[in-house]
């Protein structure tokens, strides 16, 4: 039976302004948002009597029986969202980071108080994924989700790849047109990307990794020489969240800029769009395409889970229940193109094979097969070195 919903909105910035907009042109809403709680008294688009300032005035008040998480920051996101289950309230959020690095906590509240915590606009934005890998894909059938899952970092590549632009130029477009924040480590660095690749690797494979032992690197060293050999080989780069199933009951992901070949469904992703491909033995591949990101395309996928949550939807993370739970695996080898400088750089990579070498002027590039357990013992280091990693493809399900 349908519930009435009362709602407490945490936020109200682009996604809870664009929530509120689109609650509005929803025809059979039977919601009330009775309270918004913000940090910062300022001039806003509705009266002062809407908002509080108090978190505990909505956690608090016994007539709001669902909170809607729209902050932008994880740490107090955390705080908001554990009191709002404990106390009885079901919980909207789309802060995938707060998501990502407490989802065993997020889980057992939700069952000790029996209670559900939707999250479809943390991955993806518009793109309903997470319900789709949840209530259709069973994971016998799947090998692989690979997602191009980060809008501001899609948007400079395009910029590179289709209008010439150094990246520079499309990073400073991108903040210009508030596709990236003024510093934009947490989307060229790929943790955007991680943090949504952790939430589908958990409704993909019901597998919960920590973000912190996952392989993440992004975009930020990309050089003209790098794109000029891409260009040169009719190839574009992007920056690819992937898990994959692995033979003997093992998984692996990491998040890393790829090669990508035009007969590849995200080779098309352009600009601030998102774009998942999921691989089933059965099925092949399917492809979900739409925007990642902004106002009403993310209000629009909070939304959805405001409905969900009236028709008593909760999320059964059945696939954590299988009797066989799947390894992660840091053996699984990938075909890197590697560029770099100076030739000390090279006693870091513990390639186990070589494919193709080039050594030039100014710089040089080796591409061969490496553990990717390899790559994580350096993962920190990796962003201060004068290099460029990508994944050629080769060797991979997607
Ligand atoms: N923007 C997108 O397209 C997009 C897409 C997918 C997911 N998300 C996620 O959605 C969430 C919100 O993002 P956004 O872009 O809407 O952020 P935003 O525009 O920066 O707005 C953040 C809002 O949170 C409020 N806030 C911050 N700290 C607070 C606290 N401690 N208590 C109460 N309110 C607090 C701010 O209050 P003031 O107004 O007083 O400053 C502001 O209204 C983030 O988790 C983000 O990752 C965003």
Redesign the pocket.
Known sequence: MKQKLNIGL???????QGLYEVLKTSPAFDTEISKI????K?ERSLPEEFFCYQ?DDILNDPNINTVVE????AE?AYKIVKKALQNGKHVVS???KMLAENLPEMIQLQKENKVSLLYE??AC?SIPVIRNLEEYYDNDLLLSVTGILNGSSNYILSKIFDHNQSYDAALKDAQDLGFAESDPTFDVEGFDSLFKLIILTLHSFGSIIDPNDVLTYGISNISDFDIQYAREKRYKIKLVGQVERLEGNKITLFVLPRFVRKDKYIYSVEDEFNGVVIKGKAYDKQFMFGKG??AHP?GSAVLSDITALAHNYAYEYKKMKYADNFEYSKEHKVELYLRYKDETVLEKFSFESITEEYKGPEYNYKIGYIRLADLLRIKDELRDLDIFMSITGASLNY
């Open positions: 945490f936020g109200f910035g682009v996604v809870g709680c913000v940090k910062n300022k978190p729209l902050i932008d920051n107090e789309a802060n995938k606009a943390s934005g990101a902004g993310t």
